[in-house]
C-alpha cells in the first residue's frame, strides 16, 4: 500500500513561488505515474501536472505549462511541484496522486491520494 504525504504549500503574492513535495512511502514510486492535482474554491479537482513512469516525460495543462515544473527524485521517494509566477487562480488545494497504467488527467485514473495542501495566491 502506497501512502503519500504533501508539504510545502502557504499564502504567497501574485507572481511568487512555491515548491510543493510529495514524499511516499509503502512502496516506491517510480514503478508510478505520478501526477499533482489541484481543487480551487467552488470548482471540481483537476489535474495540472503528471509525471510517466515509465520515462519521466511531464506533462502540463496548458495553464500552467511554462510556470510549473514537475520532477522525480526516486533516492528520496518524493515528487516535486515547483511553481513559478504563481497567479490567483493557482489557488486551491493541491494533491498528489499515483497509480494506474499511465498518466490521466481524471480522478479515477489513480488510485492513491495524499491529504493535500493548501496553497492561496493573494495580495
Known amino acids: 500500500q502506497l501512502q503519500l504525504v504533501e508539504s510545502g504549500g502557504g499564502l504567497v503574492q501574485p507572481g511568487g513561488s512555491l515548491r510543493l513535495s510529495c514524499v511516499a512511502s509503502g512502496n516506491t514510486l517510480d514503478d508510478y505515474p505520478i501526477a499533482w492535482f489541484r481543487q480551487g474554491p467552488g470548482k471540481e479537482r483537476e489535474g495540472v501536472s503528471c509525471s510517466s513512469s515509465w520515462d519521466g516525460s511531464p506533462y502540463y495543462i496548458d495553464s500552467v505549462r511554462g510556470r510549473f515544473t514537475i520532477s522525480r527524485d526516486n533516492a528520496k521517494n518524493t515528487v516535486y511541484l515547483q511553481m513559478n509566477s504563481l497567479k490567483p487562480e493557482d489557488t486551491g488545494v493541491y494533491y498528489c496522486?499515483?497509480?494506474?497504467?499511465?498518466?490521466?488527467?481524471?480522478?479515477?485514473?489513480?488510485?492513491?491520494w495524499g491529504q493535500g495542501t493548501q496553497v492561496t495566491v493573494s495580495s
Open positions: 496522486a499515483a497509480g494506474g497504467p499511465k498518466c490521466s488527467w481524471y480522478v479515477e485514473g489513480y488510485d492513491y
